[in-house]
T-cell receptor, first 113, second 109 residues
């Protein structure tokens, strides 16, 4: 299957700082990437759909100014958590669509102190 | 309302004890149904895609089937390394994916 990478895998930051997470499709071009958030023992919650060259589409209840998404190329999407607070601590997972299937990255564990 | 429901929430099996996981869905305009495996602290790993009722796919000890209302993931003679959370997702339209809450499988040696 297609390979999707995420960087960093873990990040610990102080409250009020911004954190950028990168998602890359390594062996295919992805016009559409997705960002999910997962709380412990829960399923994935879609945050936004990222389309190359256009603005991201955010799910209801997700703050656009809080979670900035940029999809500048066919292989890279970034999620920036701005002015992070402890309640933003979570497991963030990206995925990239190839044809009709989604392939997921390994996830990024964000801890905000 | 589009919805995906997985059952059971958790399943404990002895090694070699075959069983099935269920994913039922109510989605208009089904484009595909997907099964993933997720290990703790990792992203979901793609297993299968099913597109139409009656379709079946197999991979090692796993077999996925699809009807118009549900999908089953059959696990034959499971091993401890099959322990994981299994997620089902349904695609409606071009981009919308709906995930179930998952079934946590624990296979004891």
């Amino acid at each position: 299957g297609a390979v999707v990478s995420q960087h960093p895998s873990r990040v610990i930051c102080k409250s009020g700082t911004s954190v950028k997470i990168e998602c890359r499709s390594l062996d295919f071009q992805a016009t559409t990437m997705f960002w999910y958030r997962q709380f412990p023992k829960q399923s994935l919650m879609l945050m936004a759909t990222s389309n190359e060259g256009s603005k991201a589409t955010y799910e209801q209840g997700v703050e656009k100014d809080k979670f900035l998404i940029n999809h500048a190329s066919l292989t890279l999407s970034t999620l920036t958590v701005t002015s992070a607070h402890p309640e933003d601590s979570s497991f963030y997972i990206c995925s990239a669509r190839e044809r009709y299937e989604q392939f997921f990255g390994p996830g990024t564990r964000l801890t905000v102190l | 309302e589009d919805q995906v429901t997985q059952s059971p929430e958790a399943l404990r099996l002895q090694e070699g004890e075959s069983s099935s996981l269920n994913c039922s869905y109510t989605v208009s305009g089904l484009r595909g149904l997907f099964w993933y495996r997720q290990d703790p602290g990792k992203g979901p790993e793609f297993l299968f895609t099913l597109y139409s009722a009656g379709e079946e796919k197999e991979k090692e000890r796993l077999k996925a089937t699809l009807t118009k209302k549900e999908s089953f993931l059959h696990i034959t003679a499971p091993k401890p390394e099959d322990s994981a959370t299994y997620l089902c997702a349904v695609q409606a339209g071009l981009s919308k994916f709906y995930f179930g809450s998952g079934t946590k499988l624990n296979v004891k040696p």
